[in-house]
């Protein structure tokens, strides 16, 4: 029996394509499952928006309900205008919004950093009769955090239990993260009872290692560096090693407080601990050492020390295995290396970067052109002579060479894709 939906991005013979393939009919949860699997397999929210309209265009053949948009609602909370914009649309369709609609709008608005828009949202889920769930409650725990209004955070933590909520690990691990130094964050540890080590059949056994690593982002929003030795004494003491994300708090910290050197150890621990592993670091870890290798060269007076030059070039080695595309990512890391390169006067290098930059197809033409100018200011310079690009008509990472320096005009003769 064939489907009257149309299965754009269903693989025939899979499970989820045969189990909407017999159906005349989708119900709400059946296109909430399609709506899943495209965010999946797609990262165009506006081909998410798209699939939404078509599906409410087949009303006799499918019915696109709460779940549906609950499901959409999850796959859009990093691109905030699609987002609000099916959010209203929930409206025009007539369809009752609940508070498990609220949380991904919640959450994309910390993850833009709206504060106010934030408050917004909660004013209107509490006016429209929803009340705000544990996820409610973190996400604006953590939205106050990152606005580093630690004591509203705090606040919020005691109205939740002052409206007869009882915190979940979830809220706790929130208010432990987001207290404004250890001081506080113990308060929490103690009245909670999480103190270490919690026995085998403490309910909250498996969330310990989670534990210290708030503990750690706690010494974080204070600069604590002695506290932060202590939690990590006590990690050591009852053998837990350190995760990841603990490993990046430090970096964070010791960025904070100005210590470039011990950046550069904790840099090289975390490198040889995924290499013992076999895993590849976060993009936010090589993200974070990246602004430490750029602060260092904005600050750098006369010889430029070749270790920042290696190790930059390690992070961008693991940043291509990583294979993270996001242009953000790439942005950053390319401007990086661009200014390590120029500040060392390495024209080849520069010219091998805007290859890669190119060849890896992430980033737009206006995106990578300040590559092209350092060459220019080195070409000034007299550093040295820099070959002209000559552009091919299909696309080619090869670069062909002239005697005259690039110019400002050869932007737009630069390839496109």
């Known amino acids: 029996m064939t489907s009257r939906v149309r299965l754009r991005y269903f693989p025939r013979g899979s499970q989820k394509s045969n189990l909407c393939r017999g159906s005349l009919y989708w119900n709400d949860r059946q296109v909430a499952e399609y709506i899943t699997h495209v965010a999946a397999k797609v990262r165009s929210s506006l081909i998410l928006r798209d699939e939404l309209d078509f599906l409410m265009s087949k009303e006799k053949r499918c019915f696109v309900g709460p779940d549906s948009f609950r499901a959409l609602l999850g796959s859009l909370v990093?691109?905030?205008?699609?987002?609000r914009s099916v959010f209203d649309k929930m409206e025009e369709c007539s369809i009752p919004r609940t508070s498990k609609h609220y949380d991904p709008l919640l959450d994309m608005y910390y993850r833009e950093g709206n504060l106010p828009g934030l408050l917004s949202a909660t004013r209107l889920m509490k006016s429209s009769g929803c009340s705000p769930t544990q996820y409610t409650y973190r996400t604006m725990m953590l939205a106050f955090a990152k606005a580093k209004k630690h004591d509203f955070a705090r606040q919020v933590f005691n109205s939740m239990q002052a409206d007869?909520?009882?915190?979940?690990?979830?809220?706790?691990?929130?208010?432990?993260?987001?207290?404004?130094?250890?001081?506080?964050?113990?308060?929490?540890?103690?009245k909670f009872d999480l103190q270490w080590p919690l026995a085998d059949s403490h309910?909250?056994?498996?969330?310990?290692?989670?534990?210290f690593e708030c503990l750690v982002t706690?010494?974080?929003?204070?600069?604590?560096?002695?506290?932060?030795?202590?939690?990590?004494?006590?990690?050591?003491?009852?053998?837990?090693?350190?995760s990841l994300a603990i490993y990046q708090r430090i970096l964070e910290l010791h960025y904070r407080i100005g210590d470039v050197e011990e950046c550069h150890r904790v840099w090289g621990q975390l490198v040889e601990n995924s290499k013992k592993r076999g895993d590849l670091l976060p993009a936010s870890v090589i993200n974070r050492y990246l602004l430490v290798c750029k602060e260092n060269v904005s600050s750098a007076c006369g010889n430029l020390p070749s270790i920042w030059c290696d190790r930059a070039n390690e992070a961008f080695t693991l940043f291509r295995e990583y294979e993270d595309r996001r242009p953000g990512n790439?942005?950053?890391?390319?401007?990086?290396?661009?200014?390590?390169?120029?500040?060392?006067?390495?024209?080849?290098?520069?010219?091998?970067?805007?290859?890669i930059v190119r060849s890896e197809k992430v980033l737009k033409i206006d995106k990578d052109f300040f590559i092209i100018t350092y060459m220019n200011q080195m070409a000034k310079m007299k550093i040295q002579t820099i070959p002209e690009l000559h552009v091919r008509n299909s696309y080619s990472s090869d670069i062909q060479i002239s005697g005259a320096p690039v110019t400002a005009t050869s932007r737009t003769q630069l390839p496109k894709w």
Do not use: F
Request: aromatic residues 4%.
């Open 203 to 211: 309910p909250h056994k498996h969330h310990e290692e989670k534990v």
């Open 78 to 83: 990093s691109s905030p205008v699609v987002c």
């Open 218 to 242: 706690a010494c974080l929003n204070d600069r604590d560096l002695k506290g932060c030795k202590w939690v990590l004494k006590n990690m050591e003491s009852m053998g837990i090693k350190k």
């Open 330 to 355: 790439w942005e950053l890391l390319t401007k990086t290396l661009a200014k390590l390169y120029y500040k060392k006067g390495d024209v080849d290098a520069l010219k091998h970067l805007l290859q």
């Open 164 to 190: 007869g909520v009882v915190p979940q690990i979830l809220c706790i691990k929130a208010a432990i993260r987001t207290s404004a130094n250890l001081e506080k964050a113990m308060e929490i540890i103690n």
